[in-house]
Structures are given as C-alpha cells and as structure tokens.
C-alpha cells in the first residue's frame, strides 16, 4: 500500500509554523514579522522567475531580487525611504535601463524580460511589504491575524467541500478539480473564521475590528478574493505545464502555492483600512 503524506506533512506544517506566525504578527517588535516576509518574499521571486524560465524567459533576476528586498525592508517605519510608488517607480525605469544595457538584436525578448521582471516583483513583493505597513497601524497585528485565518479557512473550506461535494466546474479551463460546491464552501469557511476570530480579539484581548455586519461583508469579499488569487496563481502554472510551483516538503506544493490567495487578499485588506485610517 502507498501512503500519502501530504495531510501529515500539511499538519506537521500547521503545527510548526502557525505557533511562529502568531508571536510574530502579535509580537511588539516588527523586526520578526520582517524577517518572515523578507525570507518568503525571496522564496517566491525565485520559484517565480523559475516557472517564466520555463517558457524560455529570461528576466533580470538579480536585480528583481534586489528590488523584493528594497520593498520588504522598506516595511518598517523607522527604515522607510521611499513609498511603493517610488518604488515602482524605480522598478520599471530600472528593467527598461537594463533591457539596453543588454539589448541583442539578434534575439531581442526585452518586453518579455521587462514584463516579467517587473510583474514578479509587483505580485509577490509588494502586497508582503504591505504586511508590514497594516502592522504598524493600531491593532495591524489583530488584523492580519484575522486576514490570514480567513484565508486559509477559506482554502481548507474550498477543498474540503469540494472534494466531498463537488460536482459542478468553476473554471475548468483554468483548473479541472476546481468545483462550485468547493467556491461556496471556501466562502462560508472564510466568513466563520472571520466571526470566529473577532469574537475572540473582542473577547479575551478586549481589542475591536469592524463592526458586525460589516466585518461579515468584508470576510466574504476576502474569501472570494482569496479564491481569485488561487486561480491566477493556477493560471501561471497551466501556462508553463507544472502542477506545483515548486517544493516545500510541506504538502502544500511551492512557496507560491501556500502564499498564492495572501497576494490578493492583502492588498484588498490594505484598501478595506485605508478607509479607517
């Protein structure tokens, strides 16, 4: 008999790494929270650059690198300087200057490493460096706890459910196992998890979110964008004919595919607040 040990490794994953990932988003020094970000931001640029390399894409990935770095250490306030606009700014200018820099007439693909350089960067660095920013206003830790629950119960929801349930394709183009019983699993899942962790902020850290109903309209904003975030990282895979990003030996397939949903449901947090504050 074969054994499958993705659900152990997934535990043993959950077990290790959330302990961690809740004394850093509760922690009183930012320093942990950046360390994390800055070691996952890397990660994914790297697995990222690795699946357009497949396709024969060669983006500029030293300074990609360097960029990801600039945007998570850009996070804390007292090491700020620049803001994101700033810094893609920066971002874009320097991959069109490297582009003539290395410009060959003979098999000139400088869009295509233009673009892909620039895109990995926005859609892995930028919303992690937004982490930081949302910590560091009044209750950020709570929030991104409460973020991060929402969108991994929406994830657990979505498969559980839709390995059970599900009959009917969400986007079967995009990803076959995808189903709608599992979208609306996934949908509920996120919304009780975001009930679930504001009852207890509210109850045993005497702190406050949102108020009710609107806590309730935004969870399922952010469970249904969580949900978007898996597919368009599913849509990158299916273009370069992978199953997994890469690997983690946690279960969870690459870097990416644990973080895929977090890269669009941060930023939607990051919007939700600015209305606050």
């Not at 990222?48 to 770095?69: E, Q």
């Not at 919303?127 to 629950?149: C, D, S, T, V």
């Not at 349930?165 to 986007?171: A, I, P, R, S, V």
């Not at 890469?246 to 939700?272: C, Q």
Request: hydrophobic residues 50%.
């Amino acid at each position: 008999m074969i054994l499958n040990h993705q659900p152990i490794r997934r535990i043993v994953t959950g077990v290790i790494f959330i302990p961690i990932l809740v004394f850093c988003l509760l922690s009183n020094q930012i320093w942990w929270l950046t360390g994390i970000v800055t070691m996952v931001a890397l990660w994914g640029i790297n697995e990222f650059y690795n699946l357009v390399a497949r396709k024969g894409i060669m983006p500029f990935r030293k300074f990609g690198t360097l960029m990801v770095l600039l945007f998570c250490l850009n996070g804390p306030i007292w090491l700020r300087f620049a803001t994101p606009v700033q810094l893609i700014v920066v971002l874009i200018l320097g991959s069109f200057l490297l582009a003539l820099i290395r410009l060959n007439p003979d098999n000139n693909h400088s869009i295509l490493r233009i673009s892909t350089t620039v895109i990995g960067v926005l859609y892995i660095a930028l919303p992690l460096g937004l982490m930081l920013y949302i910590w560091q206003i009044p209750r950020g830790g709570f929030y991104l706890l409460w973020l991060i629950a929402i969108t991994w119960m929406c994830d657990t929801g979505a498969y559980a459910i839709g390995s059970v349930f599900g009959k009917h394709k969400l986007c079967p183009t995009i990803s076959p196992n995808k189903t709608i019983e599992g979208c609306l699993g996934g949908l509920g899942f996120g919304i009780l998890a975001g009930w679930v962790v504001q009852w207890i902020i509210t109850r045993y850290f005497t702190s406050y979110l949102f108020p009710s109903v609107l806590m309730l309209l935004y969870a399922a904003g952010i469970a249904l964008t969580a949900q978007l975030g898996d597919l368009a990282e599913s849509v990158l895979k299916r273009e370069v004919g992978v199953k997994d990003s890469g690997n983690t030996y946690t279960g969870h397939g690459g870097m990416l595919d644990i973080i895929d949903s977090l890269l669009f449901t941060i930023p939607v947090l990051y919007l939700i607040l600015k209305i606050y504050y």
